[in-house]
T-cell receptor
Framework: DAKTTQPNSMESNEEEPVHLPCNHS???????IHWYRQLPSQGPEYVIHGLTSNVNNRMASLAIAEDRKSSTLILHRATLRDAAVYYCILITRTYKYIFGTGTRLKVLA | GAVVSQHPSRVICKSGTSVKIECRSLDFQATTMFWYRQFPKQSLMLMATSNEGSKATYEQGVEKDKFLINHASLTLSTLTVTSAHPEDSSFYICSAERGGIYNEQFFGPGTRLTVL
């Protein structure tokens, strides 16, 4: 199964943009890139997904490298409620979600 | 839409007893549901894939006789932890696959199991 690599933790100041990177060098052509986040003691929450093109929704933006070997989740204005563990997941043909370690985002007031 | 619930949200039991956790897709039908386990400060680990009307597929290292999974309908899957021991204490999370082009999964809120 394709794997992803993310930094263990990141910090951001409130109201500032946050760029969360993810490396997925073994991605195959049919793998979708999904981002989820998990607040403490809760199940993961869908954030955004993409295949090749950059994507925007009300929560975030997803920038995908041209070779698709990396992607970046962009939170345009971090709030305290965005403090969570963010997971970058490749959705393979088997549709099994393989969670990596994720990035623990800390937002400073 | 696409809401998944779990019951109970928290359970404490004595060692040696069995505990059943329910996972329901409230507003869509899910032919496939997944069960994950998460230890403190760790990531989610897939335990098994539950398919409606058929036997579950367990990941390597997960004891199928200990973690019984039943997917009796398109909206309900249950996980029973049999003869629970303290090392089974964990956060159990289910997800339901809605289908479509990329079969995205929607996650339940999780069940905190504590075995005394």
């Amino acid at each position: 199964d394709a794997k992803t690599t993310q930094p263990n933790s990141m910090e951001s100041n409130e109201e500032e943009p946050v760029h969360l990177p993810c490396n997925h060098s073994t991605i195959s052509g049919t793998d979708y890139i999904h981002w989820y986040r998990q607040l403490p003691s809760q199940g993961p929450e869908y954030v955004i997904h993409g295949l090749t093109s950059n994507v925007n929704n009300r929560m975030a933006s997803l920038a995908i490298a041209e070779d698709r070997k990396s992607s970046t989740l962009i939170l345009h204005r971090a709030t305290l409620r965005d403090a969570a563990v963010y997971y970058c997941i490749l959705i393979t043909r088997t549709y099994k979600y393989i969670f990596g370690t994720g990035t623990r985002l800390k937002v400073l007031a | 839409g696409a809401v998944v619930s779990q019951h109970p949200s928290r359970v404490i039991c004595k060692s040696g007893t069995s505990v059943k956790i329910e996972c329901r897709s409230l507003d869509f039908q899910a032919t496939t549901m997944f069960w994950y386990r998460q230890f403190p400060k760790q990531s989610l680990m897939l335990m098994a894939t539950s398919n409606e009307g058929s036997k579950a597929t367990y990941e390597q290292g997960v004891e199928k006789d200990k973690f019984l999974i039943n997917h009796a309908s398109l909206t309900l899957s249950t996980l029973t932890v049999t003869s629970a021991h303290p090392e089974d204490s964990s956060f159990y999370i289910c997800s339901a696959e809605r289908g479509g082009i990329y079969n995205e999964q929607f996650f339940g809120p999780g069940t905190r199991l504590t075995v005394l």
